[in-house]
């Protein structure tokens, strides 16, 4: 009975939330899932540091076979889009560190994937996470978010070995974008 593991990360300065599924005998079982909430006072740095080491210790801990983080957007807000670009990176470079796959993946195609459109609510994927999985307990919106982005990579992973035959998720996959074929492969169940 082998089993893949992955870590589905939502990354942000206030809140970074985070969730592992596993795939056993072609189920989905929820493993764990939780927030990282670093001061919002403290300097960029510290907050910055409590994400990697946070991250760094989930992994430590769980041990997954993959890493999905939700891909940049842009935003009106320039600065709010530059520190979250600070908050992916340090949650990307505490997966790179063990050398696991990092699957950069875009919101609306997780909330495709999961709820069916892209346009989703908050409300909308919480909802569809905990028709997919066993939760046992009460699930924040940042660790719903980090266990869809699991869950559309999981049904992206071809192999049940990342390294012998994952693609990563992100835009830059073979340098195209992705196409309403790409989301359909997500939806075949």
């Known amino acids: 009975m082998s089993a893949l593991r992955v870590l589905g990360i939502d990354p942000g300065l206030r809140v970074c ?3 592992v599924i596993d795939v056993v ?6 493993v764990d899932s939780g927030t990282l909430r670093p001061d919002p006072d403290a300097p960029i740095l510290a907050r910055l540091s409590v994400l990697q080491f946070g991250i760094r210790a989930v992994l430590d801990r769980l041990q997954p076979a993959a890493v999905a983080i939700e891909e940049a957007f842009a935003g009106r807000n320039v600065r709010s889009a530059l520190r979250l670009g600070e908050a992916r990176a340090a949650c990307m470079l505490a997966a790179a560190g063990d050398g ?8 609306a195609l997780v ?6 459109h892209g346009r ?4 909308g994927v919480r909802d569809a996470v905990l028709r997919a999985l ?6 924040s919106y940042d660790a719903a ?4 982005l699991a869950l559309c990579a999981l049904r992206r992973l071809e192999s ?5 035959g994952a693609r990563p998720m992100g835009r830059r996959r073979r340098g195209r974008k992705w196409t309403a074929r790409d989301v359909a492969g997500f939806l075949e169940d």
């Open 145 to 148: 978010d980090a266990l869809a």
């Open 17 to 19: 939330g985070w969730g």
């Open 120 to 123: 989703a609510s908050k409300d």
């Open 111 to 116: 909330k495709k994937a999961v709820a069916g």
């Open 25 to 30: 005998e072609e189920q989905l079982v929820y």
């Open 100 to 107: 696991l796959p990092v699957h950069e993946i875009p919101p």
């Open 134 to 139: 066993v939760v046992p307990e009460a699930l």
């Open 160 to 164: 049940p070995l990342p390294s012998t």
